[in-house]
């Protein structure tokens, strides 16, 4: 993905599971679900599920770009080039849906409420 999608976040915050476009570097464009929005060491981060099959990424992986703006002010989605940045993002993200999940007194981890009848339990 380029840093071709911008004003996404410029009108309106994405709600996870919504579907946005990108674009990706053929010009194609491409659908995802936004699946979270976090902030790591002062900066944001975006997480975006594939919709649709996708060659380079499986059903079940994300990608993440890092969120930032153009000399417009425009918000741009940039491809993380550091593999070792990008693991912390992905850990900080783990931490938060962990957190997210004991909050909801959810004891298997699947964020369902303390009824958790799950086959996880």
């Known amino acids: 993905m380029e840093e ?32 979270a929005t976090i902030e790591y060491e002062n900066n944001w981060y975006v997480f975006f599920q594939p919709a649709e099959e ?23 989605f940039v491809p993380i080039e550091d593999e070792e940045l990008l693991d912390k993002v992905f850990d900080e993200y783990n931490k ?10 959810c004891s298997c981890g699947c964020g369902c409420g ?3 009848d799950c086959k996880n339990n």
């Open 4 to 35: 071709q999608n911008k004003d996404l976040l410029q009108d309106e915050e994405l709600e996870d599971g919504e579907v946005v476009q990108l674009i990706n570097e053929d010009g194609d464009t491409v659908e995802f679900y936004h699946v």
């Open 54 to 76: 996708m060659e380079d990424i499986g059903e079940d992986e994300v990608v993440i770009f890092k969120l930032d703006t153009d000399e417009n002010g425009e918000d741009l």
């Open 114 to 116: 303390s009824d958790c």
């Open 96 to 105: 938060l849906m962990e957190e997210d999940d004991e909050e909801d007194g």
